[in-house]
């Protein structure tokens, strides 16, 4: 089944303690992309990767950081974790071709103390 | 700035009264406009991608339509399994390539 998986689905931390959420996706895509989603400020584009070792930040990349050594692995790693960073966090993908028809995970909540 | 808002934020209608959402973009050049639709506590799901002003695509109740500065997504004799989020996202030629700017959402509620 085509699917783009993430881990963990729910994850409460502390402030200041590393974390990484992996995406994993198993269609070949080259395009990859994370998004956080807030109430009242919809969902925003956190960083993106056209292909591996290709990375570019998105709308609200502050805090984030991104790699891309695989094709179908696309981990958010947070270095240290701040309570504005409590959110709902969404990986996504899809072909080059098709870049904006993307594939959605379903969805990563992070709770930061 | 690209700027995209969608309107109502939120659409209470009873199965079979059909209605429109809309979506209006301010962008320097569109290379795209795009619905999905979120169900509660899942990933968007794609719907349509529409790039020029004048087309129009169909799927089952659901017709998106495009002009230069709005979108319009109509729902006809809508259902309750209609009912979700519905999003709007678009890309600017003067942006990069791989950013997507979404709007806020509209929040259809179908009461049988």
């Known amino acids: 089944e085509a699917q783009v998986t993430q881990n963990p689905r729910y994850l409460i931390t502390v402030t200041g303690k590393k974390l990484t959420v992996t995406c994993s996706q198993n269609m070949n895509h080259e395009y990859m992309s994370w998004y956080r989603q807030d109430p009242g400020l919809g969902l925003r584009q956190i960083y993106y990767?056209?292909?591996?070792?290709?990375?570019d930040k998105g709308d609200v990349p502050e805090g984030y950081k991104v790699s891309r050594k695989e094709k179908r692995n696309f981990p958010l790693i947070l270095e240290s974790p701040s309570p504005n960073q409590t959110s709902l966090y969404f990986c996504?993908?899809?072909?080059?071709?098709?870049?904006?028809?993307?594939?959605f995970g379903p969805g990563t909540r992070l709770t930061v103390t | 700035e690209d700027q995209v808002t969608q309107s109502p934020e939120a659409l209470r209608l009873q199965e079979g009264e059909s209605s429109s959402l809309n979506c209006s973009y301010t962008v320097s050049g569109l290379r795209g406009l795009f619905w999905y639709r979120q169900d509660p506590g899942k990933g968007p799901e794609f719907l349509f991608t529409?790039?020029?002003a004048g087309e129009e695509k169909e799927k089952e109740r659901l017709k998106a339509t495009l002009t230069k500065k709005e979108s319009f997504l109509h729902i006809t004799a809508p259902k309750p399994e209609d009912s979700a989020t519905y999003l709007c996202?678009?890309?600017?030629?003067?942006?990069?390539?791989?950013?997507?700017?979404f709007g806020k959402g509209t929040k259809l509620s179908v009461k049988p």
């Open positions: 529409l790039y020029s």
């Open positions: 990767s056209m292909n591996v070792e290709v990375t």
């Open positions: 996202a678009v890309q600017d030629y003067g942006g990069s390539q791989g950013n997507l700017i």
């Open positions: 996504a993908s899809s072909s080059i071709a098709g870049v904006y028809e993307q594939y």
